[in-house]
């Protein structure tokens, strides 16, 4: 019985690992400094979603942090630094020294970061004309105006790729694919950012992000999502750390309160470090200075 149900294990095994090759058309190896596009984020292996595309229905967990080697087989102890910019912007800098800026309107900091994401809720949260410096900038909507925005970039350490979801509009009614959770998958760790999210998520959605050990959400409760469904997001992806952003007038205590089983930490700092071996052993909301 024992060996039968080890032939098992291994089959199941093997079949996950053809999925992933069949989803991400083989492994990839290191990448360079220049940046690299995919017409499909499937066309490269995500750390990611690479198992959670198989099991669509699943609240996702976290099993040991030295094994995220399909993608990602040097040690787990590189760092990531997060800063709290303003409103939904945050900076994301990779072990390599690679930048990106979410949901950005113009202003990241002192740094001109290598990537910036923007999305079309609000003007805090894109701008029309972005330093021509800065060399990767990715919109969260399609600016054709029909279909997905569709991104998977490659720079360096940092490979960013997004999943649409719709939006409202002034008037109420719901634009299809009008914002973007954009994922940066970088040092064995995944980083989602909501965006300006304004409704519940899909298993197909779910499916699509994959596993999250950071994510950063809205909490402002009214110009985005309600708060009971932005804990009911941040139950279903059990991330590790969670940054709010994105808050109002609102005491974010409100929040807090939707994720009872979550432990807080209020920092002194607008920044964290991170890696692999450092995130915390259960669901952690970070609370930092000027959310």
């Known amino acids: 019985m024992r060996l039968r149900l080890l ?22 190896g290191g990448t360079g400094a220049n940046a690299q596009t995919a017409s499909d984020p499937r066309d490269r ?11 669509p229905k699943a609240t996702f967990a976290q099993f040991s942090p030295s094994e995220r080697g399909l993608f990602d087989g040097r040690a787990g102890d590189r760092t990531v630094t997060i800063t709290y910019v303003t409103h939904a912007t945050f900076l994301i800098e990779s072990p390599g020294g690679v930048t990106a800026a979410t949901d950005f309107a ?10 910036v994401t923007m999305n079309k809720a609000h003007s805090s949260h894109n701008t029309p004309f972005p330093d021509p410096a800065i060399r ?3 919109k969260g909507w399609n600016p054709e105006g029909y279909g997905p925005a569709n991104h998977a970039l490659t720079v360096g350490d940092m490979y960013v790729r997004n999943v649409t ?11 299809a694919d009008g914002n ?11 980083i989602g950012h909501l965006g300006h999210l304004h409704h519940g998520l899909t298993d197909d959605d779910y499916s699509a992000i994959g596993r999250l050990d950071i994510l950063m959400v809205p909490v402002d409760g009214g110009m985005t999502m ?6 009911e997001i941040a139950e279903r992806l059990q ?20 994720l009872p089983g979550f432990d807080v930490e209020w920092r002194g700092e607008d920044r964290i470090t991170v890696s692999v071996k450092t995130l915390p052993d259960r669901p952690t909301v970070i609370v930092l200075p000027g959310v």
């Open 180 to 190: 973007s959770i954009f994922i940066f998958e970088v040092a064995g760790l995944c």
């Open 226 to 231: 309600s708060q009971e469904g932005m804990g």
């Open 106 to 115: 113009g202003y990241a900091g002192p740094v001109l970061p290598d990537i």
């Open 7 to 28: 032939g098992m294990l291994a089959i199941g095994w093997l079949v996950g690992l053809a999925t992933i090759f069949a989803l991400g058309g083989g492994m990839v």
């Open 239 to 258: 991330s590790r750390i969670i940054l709010p952003m994105h808050r109002f007038a609102g005491p974010i205590e409100r929040f807090l309160a939707k």
């Open 45 to 55: 292996p995500s750390q990611c979603r690479a198992i959670a595309s198989l099991v």
């Open 165 to 175: 979801t719709d939006i409202r509009s002034w008037g109420g009614e719901m634009e």
């Open 136 to 138: 990767n900038v990715l």
